[in-house]
């Protein structure tokens, strides 16, 4: 196993370095059912958030992850920091690696910048949380380990992506590990909601969700953001639910076994329908446990001692 | 002001390449102006300056339409003098200071303001006024103030003139003072936050883009605002195949129309973002292959007029921005002879067309700059090794800025010496003040 220094974007892994953290995880879905769900993997290393955009959950989720391993946190936000006082971007990222930190696990509404905090960084890991439409790795990490969890493989699979692809650093991460580990990605949008070319995306298209949901095995629904609506995107929430939105209607269109998938915070009632939410397929809160074990095996992959977890 | 107790200056061994044609020739230059050119001049004087252009193309200064050089108000990113120091290692007599400066150039005193600068730089320093007050949009100008103080171009750049009716009247109001207006093509609502050329690389990188078609609208309007009008316009930094083709056109169909593109929009493209960092931040942005060969193709064809530099420093720290936050531009000056020379398929008079003459017509410097080396003429001369092979190194420019695209990039063809009003400003490749 390879151990890279940074997790930028999926096209770091590759197929291989994507089952290398997956396999990593089932390691450490085991850790987190012990009683006492921690190891000393990273005692002594220092995993600091940088995060510059508000994200309670995937902060959290790293934190646990990295106080599982045993390493020492610290917490970075803009609203407590010197970034308020006009510290520029690059004097902020120097001096919280002056301060001897392992990894920085960076979030910023400006897509790229965990490239140039990687680029800056002398010595330590830098991992991408969530950078603009961009990319969101670790996020795509977990959606493949929870559909391998229940289907054992993606390859051959038929996943449709629906909702806000254009402004979703998360259907840009996931196109990119469905697609490597064997699935076939359908993004399911108005036109409006989609990137202005999709040009080398491995993903066919479709604007028609009642054509494409009998004909897959997940429906992975996208966060719609209600200011969509100021910007001409969409003529109203009513008619993206009517069109797009998984309402208990369409839902009965899905095959018995198709999974349904969302990475949070859903607005119910827009781009899924509570009770569809809350049907035993669905494995959204499934995502959000196996968050913080594959977080577990991207930090230990990235900073861990190398050695084959000889931690258990 | 030509330095009447200068020595001499004997340009020894070299081909004089300008608007007449090309010829092997020395030249002698007294007093501010060219005294003689032909075989085997001799200086005569004891005194006598000799700089040496065995292998170099002798030919008028080289004129930029386009230079941001900040003062006043940015001084922490340039000023007019070092700002001039790097026209002059770039082969430039004369530059085109934009007005998006603070305050703007938009009333007669900061244009004075400007050109008192540029007494003592180390080239020409002319100025273009805004058309609109505080390049707002709104209100015109006045453009008759700035124009008997000798500006000869407007533009509000940095951004178009976004409402059509005051662009008529600008032009219109402008038919009567033999100046010319520059319009930055750019429709606002359309490129409305773009942070990259819109396409499949802003796709892929999750930035939002700016179509070319927000470019070619404002063309496509310009020109038939100049068709209603029949003034002059003149077109900055045109990106894309579609804006070419629209000028071409118009050229054809006899509309009095120039245009322009930048060194970067012919020699990098928007897969350049990658790697998201801001120097490679421009606007109009970078954009594809496409638009990049018929930029070349432009240049080749006559439908653009000239190569304007864009020179937009700016400081380190704004430039270690996240990229939607960093500002656009890059630095330009000291690369555009060397990249224009290696990358355009070109011989060097046509090169020198698009860098000289035809850019020093366009500002109205005819007569001062870019004219044909004849005795008598102003000594505004540079001299060009188009064999020299060199690296890009950013750190060691005479601009105050650092923010250029082209580090450790090979470049063939550099100056040698520039020589502005008779003073050799620099000698060698080196600056003399």
């Given at each position: 196993m390879t151990q890279p220094r940074?997790?930028?974007?999926?096209t770091d892994l590759g197929a291989e370095g994507i089952q290398d953290v997956m396999r990593l995880t089932d390691s450490f879905v085991e850790v987190s059912e012990r009683?006492?769900?921690?190891?000393?993997?990273?005692?002594g290393k220092t995993v600091v958030s940088l995060f510059f955009e508000d994200s309670t959950r995937t902060r959290l989720s790293f934190e646990t992850a990295a106080k599982r391993l045993s390493a020492d946190t610290m917490n970075f936000s803009v609203?407590?920091?010197?970034v308020k006082k006009g510290e520029s971007l690059r004097d902020t990222v120097e001096t919280i690696e002056a301060m001897g930190v392992d990894a920085m696990v960076v979030r910023h509404s400006g897509a790229g910048v965990p490239w140039q905090v990687a680029a800056w960084s002398r010595g330590s890991s830098v991992i991408n949380a969530g950078d603009g439409w961009h990319e969101h790795p670790t996020q795509a990490l977990l959606d493949c380990y929870t559909i391998r969890q229940q289907?054992?493989?993606?390859?051959?699979l038929r996943i449709a992506i629906v909702g806000?692809?254009?402004?979703s650093r998360v259907a840009r991460s996931d196109v990119l590990a469905f697609s490597a580990l064997g699935a076939s990605v359908t993004l399911v949008a108005p036109p409006t909601l989609l990137p202005p070319s999709l040009a080398g995306w491995p993903a066919e298209v479709s604007h028609d969700l009642d054509e494409v949901a009998p004909k897959c095995d997940v429906v992975y629904l996208l966060r719609l953001q209600r200011e969509r609506m100021q910007e001409a995107l969409l003529p109203s929430l009513r008619e993206y639910t009517a069109t797009y939105g998984l309402t208990r209607a369409r839902a009965r269109?899905?095959?018995?076994d198709a999974l349904i998938m969302h990475p949070g915070p859903v607005n119910r009632g827009v781009e899924i329908a509570a009770e569809v939410a809350d049907?035993?397929?669905?494995v959204i809160t499934r995502q959000v446990a196996n968050g913080v074990a594959v977080r577990m095996a991207v930090l230990f992959l990235l900073i861990g001692s190398g050695v084959d977890l000889a931690v258990h | 002001m030509p330095s009447t107790d200068s020595p001499d200056v004997l340009i020894r061994g070299g081909t004089v390449v300008d608007e007449t044609g090309s010829r092997p020739a020395d030249v002698l230059i007294r007093d501010g102006a060219i005294a003689a050119v032909g075989p085997?001049?001799?200086?005569?004087?004891?005194n006598a300056v000799t700089l040496d252009a065995a292998g170099c193309a002798v030919s008028p200064g080289l004129v930029d339409?386009?230079?941001?050089?900040?003062e006043p108000g940015r001084e922490e990113a340039e000023t007019v003098e070092t700002g001039s120091r790097a026209a002059a290692l770039g082969g430039y007599t004369a530059v085109i200071a934009m007005p998006?400066?603070?305050?703007?150039?938009?009333?007669a005193s900061v244009v004075r303001q400007v050109l008192d600068l540029g007494v003592t730089a180390l080239c020409e320093v002319r100025v273009a006024g805004a058309i609109t007050v505080g390049r707002a949009g709104t209100q015109l100008a006045p453009m008759a103030e700035m124009a008997a103080l000798g500006v000869k171009l407007f533009t509000d750049d940095g951004t178009g003139v976004q409402d059509a009716r005051l662009m008529r009247r600008a032009l219109e109001y402008a038919s009567a003072l033999n100046v010319t207006l520059a319009q930055h093509c750019e429709d606002e609502s359309l490129?409305?936050?773009?942070?990259?050329?819109?396409?499949e690389w802003s796709s892929r990188l999750g930035l939002p883009g700016t179509p070319a078609e927000a470019e070619e609208l404002m063309v496509g309007r310009d020109l038939a605002l100049c068709r209603l009008t029949g003034t002059p316009v003149h077109f900055l930094h045109l990106s894309t195949a579609g804006s070419i083709e629209l000028v071409r056109q118009a050229k054809a169909a006899g509309l009095p129309v120039t245009a322009e593109a930048a060194p970067h929009h012919f020699t990098l493209?928007?897969?350049?973002v990658a790697g998201y960092d801001?120097?490679?931040?421009?606007n109009p942005p970078l954009r594809t292959a496409t638009d990049v060969a018929a930029v070349k193709a432009g240049l080749a064809d006559g439908t653009l007029d000239a190569i304007a530099t864009d020179h937009a420093p700016h400081p380190q720290e704004a430039k270690e921005a996240p990229f939607d936050q960093a500002p656009p531009g890059m630095v330009g000056l000291e690369t555009a002879l060397g990249l224009a020379i290696t990358?355009?398929?070109?011989p060097i008079g046509a090169i020198l067309a698009l860098l000289s003459w035809q850019p020093a017509r366009i500002a109205g410097l005819t007569g001062q700059h870019?004219?044909?080396?004849?005795?008598?003429?102003?000594?505004n001369l540079c001299v060009i090794d188009p064999a020299l092979t060199w690296l890009v190194e950013?750190?060691?420019?005479?601009?105050?800025?650092?923010?250029?695209?082209?580090?450790g990039r090979k470049l063939t063809g550099r100056v040698r010496h520039t020589i502005l009003r008779g003073e050799p400003v620099v000698i060698d490749g080196e600056a003399q003040r």
């Amino acid at each position: 196993m390879t151990q890279p220094r940074h997790l930028l974007s999926i096209t770091d892994l590759g197929a291989e370095g994507i089952q290398d953290v997956m396999r990593l995880t089932d390691s450490f879905v085991e850790v987190s059912e012990r009683a006492i769900p921690k190891v000393p993997a990273l005692r002594g290393k220092t995993v600091v958030s940088l995060f510059f955009e508000d994200s309670t959950r995937t902060r959290l989720s790293f934190e646990t992850a990295a106080k599982r391993l045993s390493a020492d946190t610290m917490n970075f936000s803009v609203s407590t920091s010197s970034v308020k006082k006009g510290e520029s971007l690059r004097d902020t990222v120097e001096t919280i690696e002056a301060m001897g930190v392992d990894a920085m696990v960076v979030r910023h509404s400006g897509a790229g910048v965990p490239w140039q905090v990687a680029a800056w960084s002398r010595g330590s890991s830098v991992i991408n949380a969530g950078d603009g439409w961009h990319e969101h790795p670790t996020q795509a990490l977990l959606d493949c380990y929870t559909i391998r969890q229940q289907r054992q493989s993606l390859e051959g699979l038929r996943i449709a992506i629906v909702g806000d692809i254009r402004h979703s650093r998360v259907a840009r991460s996931d196109v990119l590990a469905f697609s490597a580990l064997g699935a076939s990605v359908t993004l399911v949008a108005p036109p409006t909601l989609l990137p202005p070319s999709l040009a080398g995306w491995p993903a066919e298209v479709s604007h028609d969700l009642d054509e494409v949901a009998p004909k897959c095995d997940v429906v992975y629904l996208l966060r719609l953001q209600r200011e969509r609506m100021q910007e001409a995107l969409l003529p109203s929430l009513r008619e993206y639910t009517a069109t797009y939105g998984l309402t208990r209607a369409r839902a009965r269109l899905l095959k018995d076994d198709a999974l349904i998938m969302h990475p949070g915070p859903v607005n119910r009632g827009v781009e899924i329908a509570a009770e569809v939410a809350d049907r035993p397929n669905s494995v959204i809160t499934r995502q959000v446990a196996n968050g913080v074990a594959v977080r577990m095996a991207v930090l230990f992959l990235l900073i861990g001692s190398g050695v084959d977890l000889a931690v258990h | 002001m030509p330095s009447t107790d200068s020595p001499d200056v004997l340009i020894r061994g070299g081909t004089v390449v300008d608007e007449t044609g090309s010829r092997p020739a020395d030249v002698l230059i007294r007093d501010g102006a060219i005294a003689a050119v032909g075989p085997n001049l001799d200086a005569g004087d004891a005194n006598a300056v000799t700089l040496d252009a065995a292998g170099c193309a002798v030919s008028p200064g080289l004129v930029d339409l386009h230079t941001h050089l900040r003062e006043p108000g940015r001084e922490e990113a340039e000023t007019v003098e070092t700002g001039s120091r790097a026209a002059a290692l770039g082969g430039y007599t004369a530059v085109i200071a934009m007005p998006n400066t603070d305050p703007p150039i938009d009333s007669a005193s900061v244009v004075r303001q400007v050109l008192d600068l540029g007494v003592t730089a180390l080239c020409e320093v002319r100025v273009a006024g805004a058309i609109t007050v505080g390049r707002a949009g709104t209100q015109l100008a006045p453009m008759a103030e700035m124009a008997a103080l000798g500006v000869k171009l407007f533009t509000d750049d940095g951004t178009g003139v976004q409402d059509a009716r005051l662009m008529r009247r600008a032009l219109e109001y402008a038919s009567a003072l033999n100046v010319t207006l520059a319009q930055h093509c750019e429709d606002e609502s359309l490129a409305a936050g773009g942070q990259m050329h819109e396409g499949e690389w802003s796709s892929r990188l999750g930035l939002p883009g700016t179509p070319a078609e927000a470019e070619e609208l404002m063309v496509g309007r310009d020109l038939a605002l100049c068709r209603l009008t029949g003034t002059p316009v003149h077109f900055l930094h045109l990106s894309t195949a579609g804006s070419i083709e629209l000028v071409r056109q118009a050229k054809a169909a006899g509309l009095p129309v120039t245009a322009e593109a930048a060194p970067h929009h012919f020699t990098l493209t928007d897969a350049d973002v990658a790697g998201y960092d801001p120097v490679f931040k421009v606007n109009p942005p970078l954009r594809t292959a496409t638009d990049v060969a018929a930029v070349k193709a432009g240049l080749a064809d006559g439908t653009l007029d000239a190569i304007a530099t864009d020179h937009a420093p700016h400081p380190q720290e704004a430039k270690e921005a996240p990229f939607d936050q960093a500002p656009p531009g890059m630095v330009g000056l000291e690369t555009a002879l060397g990249l224009a020379i290696t990358e355009l398929a070109l011989p060097i008079g046509a090169i020198l067309a698009l860098l000289s003459w035809q850019p020093a017509r366009i500002a109205g410097l005819t007569g001062q700059h870019g004219s044909p080396l004849v005795e008598g003429a102003p000594a505004n001369l540079c001299v060009i090794d188009p064999a020299l092979t060199w690296l890009v190194e950013p750190s060691t420019m005479a601009t105050k800025s650092r923010n250029c695209p082209y580090a450790g990039r090979k470049l063939t063809g550099r100056v040698r010496h520039t020589i502005l009003r008779g003073e050799p400003v620099v000698i060698d490749g080196e600056a003399q003040r």
